[in-house]
Structures are given as structure tokens and as C-alpha cells.
């Protein structure tokens, strides 16, 4: 009889344990459908959506629906894009063979892409010490830099424009760098999102 009952009791909490687990996975998937919708919505609100969406969906965990998580890792994917493309620069501005121009070009654009990437990093650092009291000078401390990045890596294509720039070099780098510049974007149209809740 007693071990008639211990097996009653095992599947009772097997039971307890599959409903409890099915209640759980519930619930997480109610949440990152809650967080996706709200980067998807959030999104909106850019030049770019699409990117945004695709650059940004995959950290809805992270995220959840806070609008300053939403600006801080959208800012944080943007700083990735342009250390790799700058890395890239870095290494095609070695290669032998390229018109004075495009060298030129090539030169020009690694210090932009250089000055954008420290300009990122302030602003991810100063997002992360956004204080209440401070709040509105910080924001715009960030904005400011945000959108000197953005300045430069537009300065950056400028100069791979014409029809003199022709071949790999152009189509890469302009390619690289226009995306750099939509995330630029996404980024400081996220952050303006965050600063308007705090009018």
C-alpha cells in the first residue's frame, strides 16, 4: 500500500512540475512577445524601421519595454557596426594599388569613422549615468554627440561619391558606412523617443 501511494505521490509533483513549467514558458513567451511589439512600435518612430527592428528584436529579452534599455542597446549595436567597419577601413586604407583619390577618400574616412566611434562611446557611457536631477543636460550632451557621429560617417560617403569612385573599394565601403550611419540614426531618433517621456 505504501508503495501504491509514494507512486501517486511521485506523478502528482511530476504533474505539478509539467503544469508549473508549461505556466512558465507561457508567460515567458506572453513577455518577449510584449517586448517585441515594443521594439516593433518603438521603431516606428525611425527613418529606418526595418533595420531597427532587425538590429534590435534580438535583444527583447534585455530590453523588456523600457524605453532607456531600447535607446542604451540601440546604441550599443550602433558602436559595434562602426568599430568593425572601422577596423575594415583601417585595413583597406593599407591596400596597394588605389588612386590618389580614393587613398585620399580612404584616409579621410578613417578618422571620421575613428572620431564617430569615440563620439559612441561618450554617449553609452553618459546613457548609463543618466541621473533626475541632471537628466536634461545629459540627454543632451548625448544627442549631441549621437548626432556628431552621424555627421561624420555622412562626411565619411561624401567622399566616396562620383563617378571617378568606381569598383569593390566604393560599393563596400559606401555599403558599410551607410549602415553605420541608418543605426546612427535609429539610435538618436530612440534616444529623442526616451527624452520626450521626460518632458
Not at 578613417?110 to 546613457?127: F, G, K, N, P
Not at 556628431?148 to 566616396?160: I, N, P, R, V, Y
Not at 551607410?178 to 523617443?193: D, F
Request: hydrophobic letters at 40%.
Amino acid at each position: 500500500m505504501e508503495g501504491s501511494s509514494s507512486k501517486y505521490l511521485i506523478t502528482f509533483l511530476l504533474i505539478l512540475v509539467a503544469i508549473s513549467s508549461c505556466i512558465n514558458s507561457g508567460m515567458a513567451g506572453k513577455a518577449n512577445r510584449l517586448s517585441t511589439e515594443f521594439i516593433r512600435t518603438s521603431c516606428k518612430s525611425t527613418i529606418y524601421p526595418s533595420l531597427c527592428f532587425s538590429s534590435l528584436s534580438a535583444h527583447a529579452n534585455s530590453i523588456q519595454t523600457s524605453p532607456q534599455l531600447l535607446a542604451s542597446t540601440a546604441l550599443n549595436v550602433t558602436l559595434s557596426s562602426a568599430q568593425s567597419t572601422s577596423s575594415l577601413m583601417v585595413r583597406l586604407s593599407k591596400t596597394r594599388g588605389m588612386s590618389p583619390r580614393v587613398a585620399v577618400a580612404m584616409t579621410d574616412c578613417v578618422e571620421e569613422l575613428s572620431d564617430s566611434v569615440d563620439e559612441l562611446r561618450q554617449s553609452i557611457a553618459e546613457m548609463g549615468n543618466l541621473k533626475g536631477s541632471n537628466f536634461k543636460l545629459m540627454i543632451n550632451d548625448i544627442q549631441t554627440w549621437v548626432s556628431a557621429a552621424l555627421t561624420d560617417e555622412s562626411t565619411c560617403t561624401d567622399g566616396f561619391q562620383g563617378n571617378s569612385m568606381n569598383g569593390k573599394v566604393k560599393t563596400t565601403v559606401r555599403g558599410k558606412i551607410v549602415k553605420v550611419a541608418q543605426l546612427t540614426s535609429n539610435a538618436l531618433a530612440l534616444i529623442n523617443r526616451y527624452a520626450a517621456f521626460h518632458d
